[in-house]
């Protein structure tokens, strides 16, 4: 019997010209992924201290119309600053305020450093103008303004204007001094500032640009 050979031949093991292609595009569009994902956390590397860097830029505020008695708040740093145009009695009543403050020359360390307009008992530039960080320096909360003088809610009955920290009852005087034996142990901080003008506030720099 004569020998036969079989008219199929083995199926091919190289990839056809199309799939070579596919296979191509496929494993470059992974590659890039791949370079796209280690890109992200090395640009992300750069964002944050440029946010700092923008945070942390002096900022002007207005204080034009501003009478006695107004409250003016700004953000800097991403801390609320406010900006308190006070009235001669307020100022009066630091003199009764000073024998019941814990720090009345802002001697103790603060988180920014005390500059030397605010160790006196205004604490200010412009004795008129309060500037302060309204930060409570017991646990970061935001105290309330309670400029009205005499016996309120949570308050004192010789209460003589100031500010209130609802969280934990801490005080602070109409030059953001806290009272004694409270909570916070520090008064509010005075962030660097300079006039520009009688209408503009410079805060986060001590010296006109």
Same mark, same amino acid.
């Given at each position: 019997?004569?020998?036969?050979?079989?008219?199929?031949?083995?199926?091919?093991?190289?990839?056809?010209?199309?799939?070579?292609? !596919?296979?191509?595009?496929?494993? !470059? !569009?992974?590659?890039?992924?791949? !370079?796209?994902?280690?890109?992200?956390?090395?640009?992300?590397?750069?964002?944050?201290?440029?946010?700092?860097?923008?945070?942390?830029?002096?900022?002007?505020?207005?204080?034009?119309?501003?009478?006695?008695?107004?409250?003016?708040?700004?953000?800097?740093? =991403?801390?609320?600053?406010?900006?308190v145009r006070r009235t001669p009695e307020m100022l009066e009543s630091l003199k009764k305020t000073e024998p019941?403050?814990?720090?009345p020359d802002s001697s103790k360390p603060y988180q920014f450093a005390m500059p030397d307009y605010a160790k006196n008992q205004a604490r200010?530039?412009?004795?008129?103008?309060?500037?302060?960080?309204?930060?409570?320096?017991?646990?970061?909360?935001?105290?309330?303004?309670?400029?009205?003088? =005499?016996?309120?809610?949570?308050l004192p009955e010789d209460w003589q204007g100031g500010f209130l920290c609802p969280c934990h009852g801490s005080t602070f005087d109409m030059a953001g001094r806290v009272f004694k034996n409270k909570p916070a142990n520090a008064n509010l901080d005075v962030p660097p500032h300079t006039y520009l003008s009688d209408t503009r506030l410079l805060i986060g720099e001590d010296k006109k640009a």
């Open positions: 019997m004569a020998n036969t050979t079989s008219s199929l031949s083995a199926p091919s093991l190289l990839p056809t010209e199309p799939s070579r292609r !596919a296979a191509l595009v496929t494993t !470059a !569009a992974v590659g890039a992924v791949g !370079a796209a994902a280690c890109a992200i956390p090395l640009i992300s590397t750069f964002q944050p201290s440029e946010r700092a860097k923008a945070a942390g830029a002096p900022v002007e505020a207005d204080i034009s119309g501003m009478v006695p008695g107004d409250l003016r708040r700004v953000e800097w740093r =991403g801390n609320p600053v406010w900006i019941h403050v814990l720090d200010s530039i412009k004795p008129e103008y309060l500037v302060v960080v309204g930060i409570c320096s017991h646990l970061g909360c935001s105290p309330s303004d309670k400029f009205t003088p =005499g016996a309120q809610p949570s």
